[in-house]
Antibody, heavy 123, light 104 residues
Framework: EMQLSESGGGLVQPGESLRLSCAAS????????ISWVRQAPGKGLEWVAV????????HYADSVKGRLTISRDHSTSTVSLEIKGLSADDTAVYYC????????????????WGRGTVVTVSS | VMTQFPATLSVSPGERVTLSCRAS??????VAWYQQKPGQAPRLLIY???TRATDVPDRFSGSGSGTEFTLTISSLQSEDFAVYYC????????FGQGTKLEIK
């Protein structure tokens, strides 16, 4: 069974950094890109970062560019997201999401979501 | 930009409902729909604008191309009351702001 499991969330103070992890299982890790999507309390979904299956292609949303670093470790089938300079606006549930290719268009949609990890930024 | 409307829809079980999503530029068919229930992660329903994901009941259907997309639920069941998001994956990723289906 394919699974994604996030960890690393918690209560942090403004200005601090945090590293989230996503452990993948049940599929060939290197074949699929992984994204992070966040959801602020009571709000909608916001995509923030993606790393390709090989790790060679990385892209960030403009809203977070410069503060986030995404990486992957093929030896442990884990994707990490480091967030620097946290502010209250970063308070959200962070979901790890597996990509799947749309065979008709070669685009990539999200076919598997983790349960999420909660990040709260507050003094 | 993906614009979903309406923001909230009050409907009765058994009714047919159509949710709309409009894109600011042409997306071909690179649109997906997700369902999110309270306290849960989103779940993929539709990709390629109209292809149902695995194990999605056939009462869910998607249509559209270019800039106009719809998700139709033919006969609402109690478990369908949730928030629905459209997403474009034509150029990176953008979600609509969601449509909440609530019981009338």
């Amino acid at each position: 069974e394919m699974q994604l499991s996030e960890s690393g969330g918690g209560l942090v103070q403004p200005g601090e950094s945090l590293r989230l992890s996503c452990a993948a299982s049940g599929f060939t890790f290197s074949d699929y890109g992984i994204s992070w999507v966040r959801q602020a309390p009571g709000k909608g979904l916001e995509w923030v970062a993606v790393i390709s299956g090989s790790g060679q292609t990385i892209h960030y949303a403009d809203s977070v560019k410069g503060r986030l670093t995404i990486s992957r470790d093929h030896s442990t089938s884990t994707v990490s997201l480091e967030i620097k300079g946290l502010s209250a606006d970063d308070t959200a549930v962070y979901y790890c999401v597996k990509e799947q290719i749309d065979m008709y268009t070669s685009g990539w949609y999200f076919d598997l979501w983790g349960r999420g990890t909660v990040v709260t930024v507050s003094s | 930009v993906m614009t979903q409307f309406p923001a909230t829809l009050s409907v009765s079980p058994g009714e047919r409902v159509t949710l709309s999503c409009r894109a600011s530029q042409s997306l071909a068919s690179n649109v997906a729909w997700y369902q999110q229930k309270p306290g849960q992660a989103p779940r993929l329903l539709i990709y390629h604008a109209s292809t149902r994901a695995t194990d999605v009941p056939d009462r869910f259907s998607g249509s559209g191309s270019g800039t106009e997309f719809t998700l139709t639920i033919s006969s609402l069941q109690s478990e369908d009351f949730a928030v629905y998001y459209c997403q474009q994956y034509n150029h990176w990723y953008t979600f609509g702001q969601g449509t909440k289906l609530e019981i009338k």
